[in-house]
């Protein structure tokens, strides 16, 4: 057995002779802790039950029918349990404060204005947030009433992550320097255009002869990713200590709200304008490959989409600039 030195996490072995270790604080439930310990998955897990995000089981004060009950059963499900574990947090978080101020609410007679209230006083402060909410309600309410209350709550509009310019990223690459955690972090989402829950999990182990494999967190698609010598100048500088390629300052890997964090406070200090955030450095990874000349299905097997309907926006638009200035030059220059 491992020496686990986190507050309430407990192990045991199953009958398989299988190592399983779940976290349970004083007055609360037994949260199954996935994946190894000190990996994202496990510390994820781990924060969410420790900072009280974790639905709560079904106790007596949400009655049978309620959406507090509904949500204890759907947390039980087979459907919830094949979840992947970032999207078993999702849901966690979402519903973790409606239960908290709704829990208490029948299914069956919540009117529709009931429910645009509730998804509207989330929206206030955090519009994103209240458009996820209202699909998982949604999706976890489906089938119980033939006029789901949620189905009527419009969606608000939400703006897209900014894509960097080739000057914004120069101007990062001049102020953190190969060496730095900042340019390695950013080489990494740059030249790999994966997602930030992605560069979290990626291993020296997972590289092999130039190329480094991938297993897509959100998609569960598995890509073998050429190594750009840009990446491979930033990955040979540094910093080197850990398993994982990106890791905070002892050499532990890292969650992706803390690689957030650091792309951050590396663009204000930068004197970048904080819409650069990290994952507008996948969409500058797409952007840079059609302006390049790739095609939809060459981004598609770096980016990893299901579907080419957001590759093909870059490509056309590449395409756009390039056909633009091709047809100003067949003019004639004449004063």
Not at 10 to 37: A, F, I, N, T
Request: proline share 5%.
């Amino acid at each position: 057995m491992t020496n686990l030195r986190l507050r309430y996490v407990h192990e045991y072995r199953d009958r398989h002779d299988k190592v399983r270790r779940y976290v349970r604080r004083p007055g609360s439930r037994q949260v199954v802790l996935p994946g190894l310990p000190g990996s994202p998955e496990f510390m994820q897990a781990y924060e969410d039950a420790m900072s009280g995000a974790v639905v709560p089981a079904r106790s007596r004060r949400h009655k049978a029918g309620t959406l507090g009950a509904l949500a204890a059963e759907f947390m039980q499900s087979i459907e919830f349990a094949n979840l992947k574990p970032s999207s078993q947090a999702t849901y966690r978080l979402v519903l973790s404060p409606v239960l908290e101020r709704d829990g208490h609410r029948l299914v069956c007679d919540l009117p529709a204005d009931k429910a645009r209230k509730l998804i509207q006083e989330i929206g206030e402060e955090r519009p994103a947030m209240a458009n996820l909410t209202c699909a998982v309600l949604h999706a976890m309410t489906i089938g119980l009433r033939r006029d789901n209350p949620f189905s009527r709550v419009p969606k608000y509009e939400t703006g897209t992550h900014h894509t960097w310019t080739d000057a914004q990223l120069e101007i990062f690459e001049k102020r953190w320097p190969l060496g730095t955690r900042e340019r390695l972090a950013y080489a990494i989402l740059l030249y790999t255009g994966q997602r930030v829950s992605d560069a979290v999990r990626m291993q020296r182990s997972d590289i092999r002869n130039g190329v480094i494999r991938v297993v897509q967190q959100k998609t569960g698609a598995e890509l073998l990713i050429e190594l750009h010598p840009a990446l491979v100048r930033a990955i040979k500088a540094g910093p080197s200590s850990g398993l994982y390629l990106i890791v905070d300052r002892s050499g532990r890997p890292i969650r992706r709200a803390r690689l957030g964090a650091l792309i951050a406070d590396g663009v204000k200090a930068a004197g970048l304008p904080p819409e650069c955030v990290a994952h507008g450095l996948r969409k500058a990874a797409l952007r840079r490959l059609a302006e390049h000349g790739s095609t939809s299905k060459q981004i598609q097997a770096v980016s990893g989409h299901a579907t080419l309907t957001e590759i093909e926006r870059y490509t056309k638009q590449a395409d756009q600039q390039r056909l633009a200035k091709a047809a100003i030059g067949l003019l004639p220059d004449k004063e």
